[in-house]
Nanobody, 127 residues
Framework: QVQLMESGGALVQPGGSLRLSCEVS????????VAWFRQAPGREREGVVC????????YYADFVLGRFTLSMDNSKNMVYLQMNNLTPEDTAVYYC????????????????????WGQGTQVTVSS
């Protein structure tokens, strides 16, 4: 059974940086997609970034392009989200998600396509 555990959420000032971590356990899929979503109060969940397959491209939402970076350390079963130049609009609960099917540029940001979700970690950007 896949389990995802996020950490690293915090209160940070505008313009600051933060790195979120996600520990992945129980993943036995041969190929899979891993992504970060977020949800702000009163808003729907939105896709932030997705690695569409184990050797595939990475997709970024326009609003984080150039500021956020997804990376993985397969030896440690860890997924990271490096976030730079944060703004108050980035305030949200951030979720690490994984699915046993690869994702492409058309469906990677559809939250309903992902079967496995972490519990989320709160990121607050405020002065």
């Amino acid at each position: 059974q896949v389990q995802l555990m996020e950490s690293g959420g915090a209160l940070v000032q505008p313009g600051g940086s933060l790195r979120l971590s996600c520990e992945v356990s129980g993943n036995s899929y041969h190929d899979y997609a891993v992504a970060w979503f977020r949800q702000a109060p009163g808003r729907e969940r939105e896709g932030v970034v997705c690695m569409g397959s184990t050797d595939g491209p990475t997709y970024y939402a326009d609003f984080v392009l150039g500021r956020f970076t997804l990376s993985m350390d397969n030896s440690k079963n860890m997924v990271y989200l490096q976030m730079n130049n944060l703004t108050p609009e980035d305030t949200a609960v951030y979720y690490c998600v994984l699915d046993g099917f690869s994702r492409n540029g058309y469906d990677w940001d559809d939250a309903d396509q992902y079967d496995h979700w972490g519990q989320g970690t709160q990121v607050t950007v405020s002065s």
